[in-house]
């Protein structure tokens, strides 16, 4: 850990909440003891995160979303089918959240109506953290179709993982092949349907109708991440 990080005091309330929040969740009370344990003071603090313990949270799990591309960065994906390779990110980045716990103490927390809207970015921020990861490059209705698909499973695994006792959760990874293999058969036969007369056409619509409407994306359009100014979807 380079000393940057040692003294960025986003990190040092975060790795100080994880000693609270399996005992106090993501409340106030968490808040506090991991502002006096870090010494970050409270102005400081407030500013990084005004709304205290949700946004601590978010800070939570959007660290896991920033150091996914070094982890997939330092595995062997080469020579791997596209559907593995999606399996293996979705794992790492499960493996990344560091304390099931603090997942689920998030979970029950963004279940919440007042916090919901807030859950769902941080699940489309994964989704598109995944996708941008492995290197995706669509800039269609493929775009939104793939994160959505994505959240879905993802959301799925991090559910069965949070009560899987099995020696290094191998059950949560065979369930989460058993999802991906379900979307692999819809995409099969989505293809299939696209070589039927008028079929294809028909599917293509949505595309159609989509980059009439909306020809770029814009980031006010969908929460999360959005892709570099140097990518087609951002001219």
């Known amino acids: 850990m ?9 990190d040092k309330m975060i790795d100080a909440a994880l000693m ?8 106030e009370t ?16 407030k500013g990084l995160f005004p709304r205290g313990a ?22 062997n994906l080469d020579g791997l089918r596209y559907r593995d390779k999606v399996a293996r990110a979705v794992r ?5 959240s560091e304390d099931r ?29 995944i996708w941008r990861a492995l290197g995706d490059s669509s800039d269609d209705l493929n775009w939104y179709s793939k994160r959505a698909t994505l ?5 799925s695994t991090v559910l069965y993982w949070l009560g899987d006792d099995s020696p290094e959760s191998r059950e949560t990874w065979d369930f989460l092949d058993r999802r991906i293999d379900d979307v692999m058969r819809i995409e099969s036969a989505k293809s299939g349907l696209r070589k039927l007369p008028f079929m294809g056409a028909l599917m293509d619509l949505p595309n159609r109708v989509a980059a009439r409407a909306a020809p770029r994306r814009r980031d006010e ?15």
């Open 151 to 155: 959240a879905g499973v993802y959301s």
């Open 20 to 27: 609270h929040v399996p005992f106090d969740g993501w409340t």
């Open 92 to 96: 790492a980045r499960i493996e990344l």
């Open 54 to 75: 949700v946004d601590l949270a978010l800070a939570f799990h959007a660290r896991g979303d920033r150091r996914l591309p070094g982890r997939l960065a330092a595995m």
């Open 2 to 10: 380079t000393d940057d990080m040692q003294d960025d005091p986003t």
């Open 101 to 129: 716990e603090a997942v689920r103490r998030g979970m029950t927390l963004f279940s919440l109506p007042i916090y919901s809207a807030d859950g769902v970015r941080a699940l489309w921020s994964t989704s598109d953290a």
């Open 30 to 45: 968490t808040f506090r003891a991991a502002m006096k344990d870090a010494e970050v003071a409270p102005a400081v603090a």
């Open 221 to 235: 359009d969908i929460p999360g991440s959005w892709p570099p100014a140097d990518t087609p979807a951002a001219r």
